[in-house]
């Protein structure tokens, strides 16, 4: 059963950036989806960014795309997301979350069945 610790998260002024670091403990991250979403108060959940590790492309939400980047350490089973240009909309609680062996699909919030406390991310303009 995996376990899941976001950090990272903060509070910034819009243009600045932030990484957002997911470890993953009990299980490792090698051959499922896992990804981040984001939820503002008052908005359903999205997807921001994800993968089935050890894929080459990442998915990015149209919203995130080209400001935004995936990175992952498969040693230290630790996913990352690089936010870059950030805007007040970006400013929402972001949740790192990971799937069951062997499922894709890893845009749909749907296909995991382990998630993180979340970090909170707040852009001012």
């Known amino acids: 059963q995996a376990q899941l610790v976001e950090s990272g998260g903060g509070s910034v002024q819009a243009g600045g950036s932030l990484r957002l670091s997911c470890a993953t403990s009990?299980?490792?991250?090698?051959?499922?989806?896992m990804g981040w979403f984001r939820q503002a108060p008052g908005k359903e959940r999205e997807a921001v960014a994800a993968?089935?590790?050890?894929?080459?492309?990442?998915y990015y939400g149209d919203s995130v795309k080209g400001r935004f980047t995936w990175t992952q350490d498969n040693a230290k089973n630790t996913v990352y997301l690089q936010m870059n240009s950030l805007k007040p909309e970006d400013t929402a609680m972001y949740y790192c979350?990971?799937?069951?062996?062997?499922?894709?699909?890893?845009?749909?919030?749907?296909?995991?069945?382990?998630w993180g406390q979340g970090t909170q991310v707040t852009v001012s303009a």
């Open positions: 009990g299980d490792t991250i090698s051959d499922r989806c």
């Open positions: 993968i089935y590790s050890g894929g080459n492309s990442p």
């Open positions: 979350a990971a799937g069951p062996k062997g499922l894709s699909g890893c845009a749909l919030a749907s296909r995991y069945n382990y």
